[in-house]
């Protein structure tokens, strides 16, 4: 089916986007943590956007977490639990990526890293039959 073939390249990326960023965390010195939060939000904008694929919802193309959570929500309004870390999670997509936009501190990749895995496993944990392929492969 096209939605799941769909599904598992939003969650492969949203996977490889998660590993850069805990490996830049861990490898990287001194760490950029701008590029951590970075890649923390974008694979959470990704985890989000498989999720409406999913559901036969097509995601828009925006980066701002808060507004697909919004999308998510109206299919299950558990996903509002998340709505404070995906709004924090969103300011780390745009403005880091200029120069003097928004300082990013390590107080700043440990909450994006944290909020990031929580986010991921809730997701994994609330729709475990869009990750059926990776238990069954």
């Not at 999308?71 to 300011?91: E, G, M, R, V, W």
């Amino acid at each position: 089916m096209a939605n799941e073939d769909k599904i598992k390249q939003w969650i492969e990326i949203a996977d490889k986007d998660f590993a850069t960023a805990n490996h830049i965390a861990l490898t990287m010195h001194p760490v950029p943590d701008e590029i951590v939060c970075f890649h923390c939000q974008q694979a959470v904008e990704k985890y989000l956007k498989g999720f409406l694929v999913f559901h036969d919802v097509e995601p828009p193309k925006i980066h701002d977490l808060t507004e697909l959570l919004e999308l998510c929500i109206n299919i299950a309004a558990n996903f509002s639990s998340k709505y404070d870390k995906c709004d924090i999670l969103t300011q780390y997509g745009v403005l880091p990526r200029y120069p003097n936009e928004m300082p990013i501190e390590k107080e700043d990749r440990d909450r994006a890293l944290a909020y990031t895995k929580e986010i991921i496993s809730f997701i994994r944990k609330e729709v475990p039959e869009m990750f059926k392929e990776e238990t069954n492969g």
